[in-house]
């Protein structure tokens, strides 16, 4: 294990000797970025469009269902804000440490997630109305 070692560290100093200042240039700045897309955030969890058990459920859990719905897109709009604000301080005070770069989540899993929440709610409201014929109940619309 130790020759093994020895010998990395031995070619790692042989691999910038080679090559022209741009060349090494172009090393040097994609090493970040191939960490930083692969880094940069965490990966969206959508939720199904449909989900087994649907059509079973009554008017009522439908409509409780869209009810919950509207208020984790309203949560998640709030996140998205939040760290929309924080990938901003992030990028401005990585000019001066780098380190906040490393920590700006750049993967747009908030508006994954929120558009699979529009989806969802949708193909529920189409449910409901077809469980529900009465005009003056449809989801979505405020009752006077």
């Not at 079973?56 to 509207?70: F, H, T």
């Not at 990938?87 to 001066?96: D, E, I, Q, S």
Request: charged letters at 25%.
């Amino acid at each position: 294990m130790g020759a093994f070692l020895n010998q990395c560290k031995s070619l790692l100093p042989k691999m910038f000797m080679y090559g022209t200042l741009p060349q090494k240039a172009t090393s040097v700045a994609l090493v970040p970025l191939l960490l930083f897309v692969g880094c940069a955030g965490t990966a969206p969890n959508p939720v199904d469009r449909y989900m087994l058990g649907d059509e079973k459920k009554s008017a009522k859990a439908l409509y409780a269902e869209v009810a919950s719905i509207d208020e984790e897109i309203v949560l998640k709009n709030k996140k998205k804000t939040d760290r929309d604000i924080w990938n901003v301080v992030f990028f401005v005070t990585g000019f001066l440490v780098i380190v906040p770069w490393f920590l700006i989540d750049a993967k747009g899993s908030h508006e994954v997630e929120i558009e699979a929440l529009k989806a969802r709610k949708t193909q529920l409201m189409i449910l409901h109305a077809e469980k529900d014929d009465s005009p003056a109940s449809v989801v979505g619309e405020e009752e006077n």
